[in-house]
């Protein structure tokens, strides 16, 4: 995963994260790091995060990997998933 030109991580924190899991993640974005693209995705504000990965430290350490030559964009408005057929 780590030679992937872009890398999609899709609904993060949908299931629970272990603390060895966030450092695997962690590890795997700093193999990564200023080389290529990875895409989250969330509902998870990244003010949660360091409750999301067990450990504010692990948290702090992923964030500052991602953050870096970042662009967020927030996507509001009614999920696509809760439309009634």
């Given at each position: 995963y780590a030679r992937y030109e872009l890398l999609i991580i899709d609904e993060i924190?949908?299931?629970p994260i272990q603390r060895h899991e966030a450092d695997l993640i962690f590890q795997l974005l700093n193999m990564r790091y200023?080389?290529?693209s990875t895409i989250f995705t969330t509902n998870?504000?990244?003010s949660g995060w360091g409750e999301l990965?067990?450990?504010p430290e692990t948290a702090a350490a992923i964030l500052d990997r991602m953050v870096h030559h970042v662009k967020i964009y927030k996507i509001k408005g009614k999920s696509?998933?809760?439309k009634q057929t």
């Open positions: 924190g949908y299931l200023e080389t290529h998870i504000s990244l990965f067990r450990s696509y998933r809760m």
